[in-house]
């Protein structure tokens, strides 16, 4: 949670708990796939910008 010098709050965003289990299919699938193919490419892209999508919160912290 943020507050502002005027009394304005605003709260943290919360993508971990939106994507938790999303992030957790997408590991099972790319654990699943054939090494080095294009498919195990195309999921561990997926899993990457997950991560992305995950590490809000703590690029939100530290501003």
């Known amino acids: 949670m ?6 304005e709050k ?8 939106k ?4 992030l957790a ?4 699938k790319l ?3 054939t090494l080095g ?3 195990q490419e195309k999921t561990k892209l997926r899993v990457a910008k997950l991560y992305t999508i995950i ?3 703590t690029d939100f912290l530290h501003i």
């Open 10 to 17: 605003f709260n943290s965003p919360k993508p971990l708990k």
């Open 31 to 33: 654990f699943q796939k």
């Open 2 to 7: 943020t507050t502002l010098s005027n009394g």
């Open 37 to 39: 193919s294009k498919r």
């Open 25 to 28: 299919k997408f590991q099972r």
């Open 55 to 57: 590490d809000i919160r």
């Open 19 to 22: 994507n938790i289990k999303k």
